[in-house]
């Protein structure tokens, strides 16, 4: 069985730019998650995901921040217009269903905004 | 607010050794569960144990134990026998029971010394 993949591994842009991070969940998995860790910060949750609908984006940054999850397969999250303290590791992570007590995580996308 | 506190940033562990990373977390849910994470140096985060707060006993997952103490609000892991495998940055972890949030702590990252 095939885990949560995300795309691209490392992403450099410039300040101002536009980028878009890519999970892809375990297949049949309705919860998706996005997680992030800024340098040297606790991971911090971003947003939860339950098929293509929203249940919680409490933690999102800012409306610089946006994600889709259309059709309730894959995930992406936007960064527009980057800024320098948006560098960090992405986490996206899945699960089966939300009262369970694991969250599959992948590996992660590293942003740096220089 | 949840809270999880990881006061190690790091350790060193001689190789066949034991070694003990710390947490305490802070939560008014009676009922919640306890996680810990292993990120390598690829990146990726690998679920490693879990505790549930009415669990009687500490869980255990071949090397890797959680000395559970409920009424300190604290959740260590015990790592037996290391390996240089081992070192890596470790997260502890806690999400409210049947939620969906995760919150980090901000890790320890253990070295294994051959």
């Known amino acids: 069985e095939a885990g949560v993949t995300q795309f691209p591994s490392h992403s450099v842009i410039e300040k101002g730019q536009t980028v878009t991070l890519r999970c892809d969940p375990i297949?049949?998995?309705?919860?998706l998650y996005w997680y992030r860790r800024v340098m040297g910060k606790e991971i911090k949750f971003l947003l939860h995901f339950v098929k293509e609908s929203k249940q919680d984006e409490s933690g999102m940054p800012n409306n610089r921040f946006l994600a889709e999850r259309t059709g309730g397969t894959y995930s992406t999250l936007k960064v527009q217009p980057a800024e320098l303290e948006d560098s960090g590791v992405y986490f996206c992570?899945?699960?089966?269903?939300?009262?369970?007590?694991?969250?599959?995580f992948g590996p992660g996308t590293r942003l740096t905004v220089t | 607010a949840q809270k999880i506190t990881q006061t190690q940033p790091g350790m060193f562990v001689q190789e066949k050794e034991a070694v003990t990373l710390d947490c305490t977390y802070d939560t008014s849910d009676p009922s919640y569960g306890l996680f810990w994470y292993k990120q390598p140096s690829s990146g990726e985060m690998i679920f490693l144990i879990y505790q549930g707060s009415y669990d009687q006993q500490n869980a255990t997952e071949g090397r890797y134990s959680l000395n559970f103490q409920k009424a300190r609000k604290s959740a260590n892991l015990v790592i037996s026998a290391s390996q240089l495998g081992d070192s890596a940055m470790y997260f502890c972890?806690?999400?409210?029971?049947?939620?969906?949030?995760?919150?980090f702590g901000a890790g320890t990252r253990l070295f294994v010394k051959a």
């Open positions: 992570a899945s699960s089966q269903d939300s009262g369970g007590y694991e969250q599959y």
């Open positions: 297949s049949g998995h309705d919860n």
């Open positions: 972890a806690m999400r409210e029971y049947g939620g969906f949030k995760t919150i």
